[in-house]
């Protein structure tokens, strides 16, 4: 039988039902959510992603502003800029888009953003409910784990007591993505570029999530049959003037037991997530005023 394939389509439809009601609510007491994407230089890929934010994020009513300023900034006038959006009381998400220029690199980025504004959800004081056990996907917590754990959820996974294996460990994915799958109750394995014997670890996964950033590099050969593995591939390659993930989906379908695909799985989830952070970041500033 062939693997269902986990598209991120119909979460999405159904998590933008949600927040376009939650934005009008806001609006109907007088405050239009709004955003805010500091850009430095003009890296198409970065341009690429902001356009597919400014566009959920105006389909559910939201306000999008993309701040774009030379590569040659200074650091000065960057964190005048950055400042200036922490203080703005109609700005309620800011995103600084990476990679910034190189001068700029020194810069303690994931804390710049107030953390009641940080709608990527990387400043010190909201991983750190992330690593004191806090499972609350309504916090603000980093775009991609929270997309896959929805992704999941939506497709009735379970998770608790599962065994998980998070390849690749960054900040912005493996790491966090591996503290809410334990948050959930999942025996989570974290591996890497260092990992001896991948292979022992996928084979042995009821749910694998890749974060690598090799096109195609787990095939049939990572898993077995008998598990009825789940697989994320949260992986966006180019291969051949294409967009690919992680895995060779073709060559998976006979061997698990679902998998989400690329494009249209974690990518369109990352986003959405990015936008159910703005509402959540307004809410809460709301709250804050009150
Ligand atoms: P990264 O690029 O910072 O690091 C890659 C990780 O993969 C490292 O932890 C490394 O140890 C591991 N790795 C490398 N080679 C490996 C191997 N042979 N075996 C096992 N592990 C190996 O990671 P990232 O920023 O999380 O990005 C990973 C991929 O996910 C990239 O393709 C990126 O474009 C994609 N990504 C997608 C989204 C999305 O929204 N879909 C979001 C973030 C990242």
């Not at 693997?3 to 389509?9: D, P, Q, S, V």
């Not at 940080?118 to 056990?133: A, K, R, V």
């Not at 061997?255 to 986003?271: D, F, K, Q, R, Y």
């Amino acid at each position: 039988m062939n693997a269902r394939i986990l598209t991120a389509t119909p979460v999405v439809e159904k998590t933008k039902i949600d927040l376009k009601e939650r934005c009008l609510a806001l609006k109907n007491r007088g405050i239009t959510p709004a955003m805010s994407v500091v850009l430095v230089g003009h890296n198409p890929a970065s341009l690429s992603y902001i356009r597919n934010k400014k566009k959920i994020c105006e389909e559910v009513g939201a306000k999008f502003t993309l701040e774009q300023y030379p590569s040659e900034i200074s650091e000065k006038e960057f964190l005048g800029h950055i400042d200036r959006l922490n203080k703005d009381p109609g700005t309620h998400g800011i995103i600084i888009q990476l990679p910034v220029s190189p001068q700029l690199r020194n810069l303690n980025l994931p804390d710049l953003v107030v953390p009641e504004k940080d709608i990527d959800g990387f400043h010190s004081q909201n991983t750190q409910s992330l690593y004191e056990g806090s499972a609350d996907l309504k916090l603000l917590l980093p775009c991609t784990p929270k997309g896959v754990i929805k992704l999941l959820q939506f497709y009735n996974v379970p998770i608790s007591g599962q065994n998980v294996v998070v390849v690749g460990r960054s900040l912005i994915v493996g790491k966090p993505l591996s503290m809410l799958f334990t948050n959930l109750n999942a025996t989570v394995t974290l591996t890497h570029s260092k990992t001896r014997d991948l292979r022992e670890f996928t084979k042995n996964a009821d749910i694998v999530v890749s974060a690598i950033g090799i096109a195609h590099l787990l095939d049939e050969t990572y898993f077995d049959k008998k598990r009825k593995t789940v697989v994320i591939d949260v992986g966006m390659n180019t291969f051949d003037g294409k967009l690919v993930g992680d895995c060779s989906r073709e060559r998976l379908l006979s061997t698990v037991e679902a998998i989400s695909p690329v494009p249209g799985g974690v990518g369109p989830m990352t986003v959405v997530s990015l936008i159910e952070n703005l509402i959540v970041a307004t809410e809460g500033q709301l709250k804050g005023i009150k």
